[in-house]
């Protein structure tokens, strides 16, 4: 099983519309991290989140980590045609340096 | 900022061929490196953490001796894809460690796209 739950796994959305995607651990976080990546292209940092209930923005995206550490959801506030792509949350494996794993990803369109 | 290259960027072979992937720290040493494999429409699966001067660590699953991975100095990491077939065709990302401390993000190269035919 994933250690690292993503959903959902897709989304179309029209544009102007606000769009959740939620990556859920069974396991406390010690560092919650958002990409975006377009298949074949290299990962674009969004934000990192560390402490419980932490909130960062940029821009009209906004992530949140719950108090547990265990949940991270990442809202994109009137959706644009540049935000789609495939949206990745990383996790790292417990104090292991700077390896991470991944949710399965979801995978964000936005109809003009 | 600290940048990751990988070399070459995309790749066709014939099967049965060996291929070699680098991935170099371009304005900082890296003593650990790590590769990421990812399969159309899915995720990015961690292979292997390359350890400079020493044996890499590998994922369950992942065969050591299918993929030789070789970290001969601060900068540079190698992933070989021995004798490789179809199913290995897939997208391959090497990233390596923030500098600063955990605030940071991991560094990640570009990616090499890897397709046997």
């Known amino acids: 099983s994933q250690e690292l739950e993503q959903s959902p796994q897709s989304l179309i959305v029209q544009e102007g519309k606000n769009l959740t995607i939620n990556c859920t651990s069974s396991?406390?976080?010690?560092?919650l991290y958002w990409y975006k990546q377009k298949y074949g292209e290299g990962l674009i940092f969004l934000m990192m989140l560390q402490k419980g209930g932490e909130e960062k923005s940029h821009e009209k995206i906004t992530a949140k980590l719950d108090e547990k550490k265990q949940q991270s959801s990442l809202h994109i506030t009137a959706s644009q045609p540049s935000h789609a792509g495939i949206y990745l949350c990383g996790a790292k494996r417990g104090n292991q340096g700077g390896k991470l794993i991944f949710g399965q990803g979801t995978e964000l369109s936005v109809k003009p | 900022g600290a940048v990751v290259s990988q070399h070459p960027s995309w790749v066709i072979c014939k099967s049965g061929t060996s291929v070699k992937i680098e991935c170099r720290s371009l304005d900082f040493q890296a003593t650990t490196m790590f590769w990421y494999r990812q399969f159309p429409k899915q995720s990015l699966m961690l292979m292997a953490t390359s350890n400079e001067g020493s044996k890499a660590t590998y994922e369950q699953g992942v065969e050591k001796d299918k993929f030789l991975i070789n970290h001969a100095s601060l900068t540079l990491s190698t992933l070989t894809v021995t004798s490789a077939h179809p199913e290995d065709s897939s997208f391959y990302i090497c990233s390596a460690p923030p500098r600063r401390g955990p605030g940071e993000t991991q560094y990640f190269g570009p990616g090499t796209r890897l397709l046997v035919l």
């Open positions: 396991k406390t976080l010690y560092g």
